[in-house]
């Protein structure tokens, strides 16, 4: 005998039916059910678990027959029929404006378990959902909503929320830089947009365009950047050579596997970028890149020629450039964040050059390609850059293209002043 669907069942039904839901859908929505007060009489409540129980209309007495009940529970059911508004929207005018199923750190709890099942499955960055948990304890980033409903996050209330991060969110009176408040901001969007795609709330709010403070751009000459990687003990050298030739982010070069280089029929090698480390530790999961979107980038090279130099197992799966260190802990020697690092940092010392891994490597060959004259929007394209406004931050740090908008002394334009007129001088 087939059981009786629950509720989320029901409403996954609802969802699937389209415009025109019939009556005998929504009639399954919810139960009327009795029950026994503490003084003994028999009373009546609307079962709507898991989302609610609801005892009463706003304002009024208790349900003190089956009819009164049943006349909310058929009213809630006709405003998802007609209105095609979810069960929380239909239900919510007759829960207190703070009943704990529509309240925003309740359903942050539910989301935060779907990020949860999102980092197993290597989706997201276990850094990302540490974030996540410290912006969702009670006096975390996220505390502004703590009394509030998920009807009450509007376009006026995120500016509102914008407001209170700039001026009283903050340790011991300080405030919160430009570039905390955006990733604070970006990390509530994404449980709006999925109350949205829920249909849990009908719009989607608007969010300031909170623009970061410009951070200077580090960067060294690719003569000094060469300088540093013949500082590198050459066993160790290729993953260095690949973010330094081939803009790779770490995460990326310690990603890739044999099967993401591939041989091109006309000549040279790619990297397919399908993967990313989701993590600086050797336990971090593999997903998808920064991006989302994977992209194929040529291969350099002194890239190639180290490759032939140092060859790795034909197992498709084995990380493409390996630790060479004999006490690595992983089996499979793939590099961990911390051990680049400090491999980096030893060669910058040993080089006299000071710059920190990303900026030495990616910042630098980007800045050197524009100095090149490569053209913007191929570059944002080769970098994995999603938004050009990435790309235009290495603009600011090379001058050579706003010295070519002078004309080269001694050139003229080539016309003549009409006769009877002067030139200007």
């Keep these: ?19 025109d839901i019939p009556w005998s859908i929504v009639a399954q929505i919810g139960k009327v059910r009795p029950y026994t007060s503490k003084g003994g009489e028999t009373r009546y409540l609307i079962d709507l678990r898991p989302l609610a129980r609801i005892w009463k209309r706003p304002n009024e007495h208790f349900f003190e027959t089956e009819r ?3 006349r909310v529970l058929d009213a809630i059911r006709e405003t998802m029929r007609r209105e095609k508004k979810s069960l929380v929207e239909a239900a919510a005018p007759y829960l207190p404006a703070k009943a704990k199923p529509i309240l925003v750190p309740t359903r942050l709890k539910v989301w935060m378990q779907d990020r949860h099942g999102a980092t ?23 505390a502004f909503w703590n009394n509030r409903s998920i009807f009450d996050i509007t376009t006026a209330s995120v500016m509102d929320y914008n407001t209170w991060l700039r001026d009283e969110y903050g340790k011991r009176g300080k405030r919160i830089s430009k570039k905390t408040r955006s990733n604070i901001l970006g990390a509530f969007r994404p449980f709006v947009r999925w109350l949205k795609h829920r249909k849990e709330i009908m719009e989607m709010p608007e969010f300031p365009d909170v623009q970061p403070d410009e951070v200077e751009i580090k960067y060294v000459s690719i003569e000094d950047q060469d300088l540093i990687l013949s500082s590198i003990p050459d066993e160790a050298r290729g993953i260095f050579l690949a973010m330094a030739r081939c803009g790779l982010r770490p995460n990326e070069a310690r990603a890739i596997r044999m099967c993401d280089l591939m041989e091109d029929p006309n000549g040279g090698y790619w990297f397919f970028i399908r993967k990313a480390m989701k993590g ?10 920064k991006t989302k979107r994977p992209r194929k980038v040529p291969v350099h090279p002194d890239v190639i020629d180290w490759l032939v130099l140092h060859p790795t197992p034909l197992h498709l799966e084995q990380p493409l450039f390996r630790n060479p260190d004999k ?99």
């Design 1 to 19: 005998m087939p059981k009786n669907p629950s509720l989320v069942e029901r409403l996954a039904q609802l969802h699937n039916v389209g415009h």
């Design 280 to 289: 600086a530790t050797l336990s971090a999961p593999m997903g998808s890149p």
């Design 120 to 142: 197993l499955a290597g989706d997201l960055s276990p850094n990302t959902t540490d974030k996540l948990i410290q912006y969702a304890k009670p006096d975390g980033a996220f």
């Design 68 to 70: 009164d009940a049943e």
């Design 327 to 425: 006490q690595a802990k992983d089996p499979m020697r793939r590099w961990a964040h911390i051990t680049l690092t400090r491999r980096w940092e030893r060669a910058c010392k040993k080089a006299g050059i000071k710059i920190s891994l990303y900026p030495g490597t990616k910042h630098s060959m980007a800045t050197d390609a524009l100095e090149r004259d490569i053209d913007i929007y191929k570059l944002a394209e080769f970098l994995g850059h999603a938004d050009l406004r990435s790309t235009k931050r290495y603009t600011k740090v090379t001058d050579r293209g706003l010295r070519a908008v002078l004309r080269p002394v001694g050139q003229t334009t080539g016309r003549q002043a009409p006769e009877g007129k002067k030139s200007r001088k």
